[in-house]
């Protein structure tokens, strides 16, 4: 933010930024631009677009709505361009240069029920302009400093990077369509050589077991697997096995290249489950399910790359994105089912 220049709009000018293409908001006399981050909003652009051209100040601590978390306002200070005035100024006049656009006051002001923000945003943690697991692995900060940290979530319009080899950053990108394209042809592959001595009947039967088995690894897979944070040592390799796995995704949770999971790392948690199949069922049984297995994850994958940047298209997929990006923004410790809640509620982790 260092020698930003803002300028000043009348609240005229500001209100005929309100469309997709220009969607302009004002904040405590403060005008921002979030016409590139709309797509990217947790709860999602229509409600940007509702309130574009508008005075936000009071919606953004209303609890009946939604009361924003202290790492919004903190994505919300790298849009800024402006600030309010009187009908009289001209948008063309040019105010200051600002080195913090969130001065101490102003934080206090945005959010006051939060004293420890200033303190909060200042802590450094890791410089998100260089490779993030090299700063992860020579970190000398604690456990605890590190999961309070990425469990405040930060916003980038691009993708950060992980690693300074290309090779070991491009294994750790996945466009969602990759997903379909890879394990497709592996559940084909599974379906015919179950029909070898099953028939399509049974084969049926089998493939959705195969799905609802999936569903439960779903639950278990992200809440002790990808949140064993009670159990994590507190070493740095160990933060940045954490942080490489699961913890960048909480970090920078709209990063779309970074929301399915990479091949690599789908395939070695697979293929246990798939050993673990062949030893407790008939090979043509196991084959059947794993098929659904696979089905299920798909869904699963790209369920979760559609909650974070699309548009639900239905009732159940509204519901899971309200309810999932609850989990990244609000409480990480319960909310682990992505396609559904069914888990959450066997187990007591449901948020609400």
């Not at 930060?154 to 080899?165: T, V």
């Not at 990108?173 to 394209?181: E, L, M, R």
């Not at 809440?223 to 160990?238: C, E, G, K, S, T």
Request: charged share 20%; proline share 5%.
């Amino acid at each position: 933010m260092p020698g930003r220049i803002l300028f000043r709009y009348t609240r005229e000018e500001v209100s005929k930024n309100n469309t997709q293409r220009k969607l302009w908001v004002i904040h405590n006399n403060k005008v921002y631009d979030l016409t590139e981050f709309a797509l990217d909003h947790p709860g999602g652009a229509e409600i940007l677009l509702e309130w574009g051209g508008r005075d936000v100040t009071t919606i953004m601590t209303d609890p009946s709505l939604h009361e924003h978390t202290k790492s919004a306002y903190e994505m919300l200070a790298d849009s800024c361009i402006g600030e309010v005035v009187d009908n009289t100024v001209s948008s063309t006049t040019q105010t200051k240069n600002v080195d913090n656009i969130f001065d101490e006051r102003t934080i206090d002001k945005f959010h006051p029920e939060t004293t420890d923000i200033k303190s909060d945003l200042d802590e450094k943690f890791l410089n998100l302009n260089k490779p993030l697991f090299v700063q992860m692995f020579n970190c000398n900060f604690s456990k605890e400093f590190y999961l309070k940290q990425i469990h405040q979530p930060r916003h980038l319009p691009y993708s950060a990077r992980l690693f300074a080899s290309p090779m070991l950053e491009l294994l750790t990108k996945t466009p969602w369509y990759a997903i379909p394209i890879l394990w497709i042809p592996a559940i084909t592959y599974y379906l015919y050589m179950a029909s070898g001595s099953l028939g399509s009947r049974t084969i049926f039967v089998l493939f959705l077991i195969g799905i609802g088995i999936w569903t439960l690894l779903e639950y278990t897979l992200h809440r002790f697997l990808f949140h064993i944070d009670a159990l994590l040592p507190d070493h740095p390799y160990a933060l940045s096995v954490h942080f490489a796995l699961h913890g960048i995704h909480h970090y920078l949770p709209m990063d779309r290249l970074r929301l399915v999971m990479p091949p690599i790392l789908g395939a070695s948690i697979a293929y246990p489950i798939i050993q673990l199949g062949y030893t407790i069922f008939p090979e043509h049984t196991a084959r059947a399910m794993i098929a659904g297995a696979m089905f299920g994850y798909v869904c699963y994958d790209l369920t979760h790359y559609h909650l974070h940047h699309a548009r639900p298209f239905s009732q159940h997929l509204r519901e899971m994105k309200t309810y999932h990006l609850a989990h990244h923004y609000k409480n990480y410790e319960l909310g682990y089912g992505i396609t559904s809640k069914f888990w959450d509620s066997v187990f007591g982790t449901v948020l609400s």
